[in-house]
């Protein structure tokens, strides 16, 4: 079974990103973040609507950071603090080697391959230091462009469970893809 320790905090980097810890500095980008309807479109929690809400979604990410069970960045341009998105491995297997990657952006961000970029830089901690035999993704099947994130990323579709979760009066579909370690393939970014 994996052991695993976020002491120090790792940070990673690529030619144009760099992936930092989330800190309460980041209150105003997380509420914009994960107050946004169209951001959450796809995602079954509740919008966070005041920057209290939004300090308890940063100490989640510290609190499983601390506990060494789940781990997730601030994506950031190298050279500018400000919080353009979050990434991380959480839903930790270690007795499987396995983790649950997610992420999100900001909209003025998106379609620049920023995540695309992000996501090989945290497969290749997960990989090549974590030492993870699989990462899964799970996603709504109506979110087509994070499905084609997904795949351009070597991502491959496993499963598609119909009506497997009840958020806010509706059931929603999941679909799981899947990359294994063999299969990884990183990128000069």
Same mark, same amino acid.
């Given at each position: ?77 190298? %050279?500018?603090?400000? &919080? ?9 297997? +270690? *007795? =499987? $080697?396995? /983790? ?25 901690? %997960?990989?090549?230091? &974590? ?9 709504? +099947? *109506? =979110? $087509?462009? /994070? ?43």
């Amino acid at each position: 079974m994996l052991t695993l320790s976020f002491t120090p905090f790792p940070i990673l980097e690529s030619n144009r990103l760099l992936l930092r810890a989330v800190t309460v500095d980041d209150v105003n980008e997380v509420m914009e973040l994960r107050g946004n309807p169209e951001t959450m479109k796809f995602i079954p929690r509740p919008l966070v609507t005041s920057p209290e809400m939004a300090l308890e979604h940063i100490a989640m990410i510290s609190e499983k950071i601390e506990n060494n069970i789940g781990i997730n960045w601030a994506i950031t341009i190298k %050279g500018n603090p400000k &919080l353009l998105g979050i990434i991380g491995h959480y839903r930790i297997q +270690p *007795e =499987n $080697y396995r /983790s649950e990657i997610g992420y999100m952006l900001l909209p003025e961000y998106q379609n620049q391959g920023i995540t695309s970029e992000a996501i090989n830089i945290v497969l290749d901690y %997960g990989f090549n230091v &974590l030492n993870f035999h699989s990462v899964e993704a799970v996603v709504d +099947p *109506e =979110n $087509y462009v /994070s499905c084609k994130v997904l795949e351009k990323n070597g991502f491959v579709k496993e499963a598609h469970f119909l009506e497997n979760e009840y958020w806010d009066g509706k059931f929603w579909d999941s679909v799981v893809y899947s990359l294994l370690k063999r299969n990884f393939v990183k990128k000069n970014y």
